[in-house]
C-alpha cells in the first residue's frame, strides 16, 4: 500500500517538474530566438562563407634574392640587402625540406604517407624554426607523425638533459615513462604518455632535432620498428649536421 | 693633434667597414657557389654569415650617428659595441656615456622584441600605461615608455626610456639627470634615419 502510494507520488511530481521544465524550456527559446535576431539586426556582422583562399605561389628564387641582396648591399641598403638575404635563406630552407620530404619512405610498416599533410614551415629569423612534417596514417586510428625541426632552443635543452647524469629516472614503481635508447648509434630519448602515445626524440648535430609521435602503438617494440625505417644519416647529412 | 687623432679613427672606420664589404661579397659568393653545387645547408650557412656582416655594418654606422655625449657625459668609445647573433636574439649595439651606467642599447631585427613591442603596446598587461614612475611619451613621434628608477647617491633621478618600433628596441638609461635633459637626449637620436637601416 505504502509501495502503491510512493509510486504515485513520485509519477505526480515528476509530471508536475516535467511540465515546468517544459514551459521554461519553451519560454527560454524564445527568448534567445529574440536574442539572436535582436544581435543580429544590431551587430549586422557579415560572417565569410568562403573564397578561393591563397595562390600556392613558388619559393623565393634563391639566386635571383641573392643578387637583389648584392645589388642593395653596394648602393648601402642595408635594409632591403637584409631582407634578399632573408628571402633567399627561406627559399633554400624549403627546397631543404621539399628534399627532405622526397627522401622520406613512402610507408612505414603499415601505415601509408598522408602527402596532403606534408608541412615545410620556414620563416624570415634565420635557421631557427624551420619545420618539416609528415604524417603516416593506417587511416584509423593509428598514426606516426616525424618531425624534423631546426630549433637550436629545444635541441639545447634535450642536449642538457642527456648531460644532465641525474635524469636517468624512474618514477619508484615498475614503470617508466621516459628513458634514453640509442637510435641508429644516436642518443634517443623515447617518453610514454597514455594520452599521447609514444614519442622519440633523437637530437642531430648543433641545431636539429627529429621526433616522431606514435600514436596507438602496441609497445615500445613497434615504435622502434617504426623509428628505424628512416635513415637519420641521410637527415643528417641534408641538414648539414655532423 | 686632435684633428690627426680624428683622421686615424676615420681611416681606421673605413678600413673595417672595407672590410666587412669584401666578407659579405665573398660569403654571398659562397652561397652562390654551394647552391649551383646543390650544397643547400652549406649555401645556407654562407647567407647566414652575410647577414652578420650586415648586421655588423649597420651596428657600426649607428653608432656615428648617436650623439657624442649625452648631458654633458662623453661616449666612452672603448665600450662601443656591435654584436650580430642569427636567430630570436637579433642584433645588438651598445654606446656607454660617462662612468655612471648611462647608457643606450639597441636591439634590432629580433622576432623576440617584435612580440616585446607588442606587450608594451598593451596597457592591460603593463605596457604603455602611466602610474606614479611610469608615463608614456612620444620621441619624434614614437610612443615609449619612459620609467624614472629612483634617486641615486647624489639625490638626482635615473630613468630608463624604451622606444620600440618594428622587431627593433632602443633602451636608453640616463643616470642623474632630470626628465628634460633625458628626452632631449632622446630627440638628438636620429630615429627615422636608424628604423630605415634596420
Known amino acids: 500500500m505504502l509501495k502503491k502510494l510512493k509510486e504515485k507520488a513520485n509519477k505526480t511530481v515528476n509530471e508536475m517538474v516535467d511540465k515546468k521544465i517544459g514551459n521554461e524550456s519553451s519560454s527560454g527559446n524564445a527568448g534567445e530566438q529574440n536574442n539572436t535576431i535582436n544581435s543580429g539586426n544590431v551587430s549586422n556582422h557579415p560572417t565569410n562563407r568562403g573564397g578561393g583562399g591563397l595562390k600556392n605561389t613558388a619559393p623565393p628564387d634563391v639566386n635571383a634574392a641573392m643578387d637583389d641582396a648584392a645589388k642593395s648591399f653596394s648602393a648601402k641598403d642595408y635594409s632591403d640587402a637584409r631582407y634578399s638575404l632573408q628571402q633567399a635563406m627561406v627559399g633554400i630552407e624549403i627546397q631543404l625540406g621539399r628534399e627532405l620530404l622526397k627522401n622520406l619512405p613512402g610507408s612505414v610498416d603499415n601505415l601509408q604517407k598522408d602527402s596532403l599533410e606534408d608541412k615545410v614551415m620556414s620563416n624570415q629569423w634565420g635557421w631557427s624554426n624551420l619545420t618539416i612534417q609528415r604524417i603516416y596514417s593506417d587511416g584509423k586510428d593509428k598514426q606516426l607523425t616525424i618531425t624534423i625541426g631546426n630549433n637550436l632552443l629545444y635541441t639545447g635543452l634535450i642536449n642538457a638533459y642527456f648531460g644532465n647524469v641525474y635524469s636517468v629516472q624512474s618514477n619508484g614503481e615498475n614503470e617508466q615513462n621516459a628513458k634514453q635508447i640509442k637510435v641508429q648509434g644516436n642518443k634517443a630519448l623515447i617518453t610514454y604518455d597514455d594520452a599521447k602515445g609514444y614519442t622519440v626524440i633523437v637530437p642531430l648535430g648543433q641545431t636539429s632535432t627529429v621526433a616522431w609521435e606514435c600514436i596507438n602503438f602496441k609497445d615500445e617494440d613497434e615504435v622502434m620498428k617504426a623509428v628505424n625505417n628512416f635513415k637519420i644519416d641521410d637527415i643528417k647529412k641534408l641538414l648539414g649536421e655532423k | ?198
Do not use: C, W
Not at chain 2, 650586415?54 to 650617428?65: A, N, P, Y
Not at chain 2, 655612471?100 to 607588442?118: K, R
Not at chain 2, 606614479?132 to 626610456?161: A, C, H, M, W
Open chain 2, 1 to 198: 693633434m686632435i684633428m690627426k687623432k680624428y683622421i686615424s679613427i676615420i681611416i681606421l672606420l673605413l678600413i673595417v667597414s672595407g672590410a666587412s664589404a669584401q666578407d659579405f661579397s665573398n660569403q654571398v659568393a659562397a652561397a652562390k657557389t654551394a647552391y649551383a653545387g646543390g650544397k643547400l645547408a652549406d649555401a645556407h650557412f654562407s647567407l647566414e654569415q652575410a647577414l652578420q656582416e650586415i648586421d655588423m655594418i649597420v651596428g657600426k654606422e649607428i653608432l656615428t650617428l648617436l650623439p657624442a655625449s649625452m648631458n654633458g657625459k662623453a661616449t666612452v668609445t672603448n665600450d662601443d659595441q656591435v654584436t650580430a647573433n642569427v636567430g630570436f636574439i637579433g642584433a645588438t649595439i651598445h654606446r656607454s656615456y660617462g662612468t655612471d651606467g648611462s647608457q643606450v642599447e639597441i636591439i634590432s631585427n629580433s622576432p623576440m622584441i617584435a612580440s616585446l613591442n607588442t606587450f608594451l603596446n598593451m596597457p592591460v598587461l603593463g605596457g604603455m600605461m602611466r602610474n606614479s614612475t611610469t608615463k608614456v611619451v612620444k620621441i619624434q613621434g614614437f610612443k615609449s615608455r619612459l620609467e624614472k628608477q629612483g634617486d641615486n647617491e647624489n639625490g638626482k633621478p635615473g630613468y630608463q626610456l624604451q622606444i620600440p618600433f618594428k622587431s627593433t628596441l632602443i633602451t636608453i638609461t640616463a643616470n642623474a639627470m632630470d626628465e628634460k635633459s633625458v628626452m632631449d637626449f632622446a630627440n638628438q637620436i636620429p630615429l627615422d634615419k636608424i628604423a630605415a637601416m634596420l
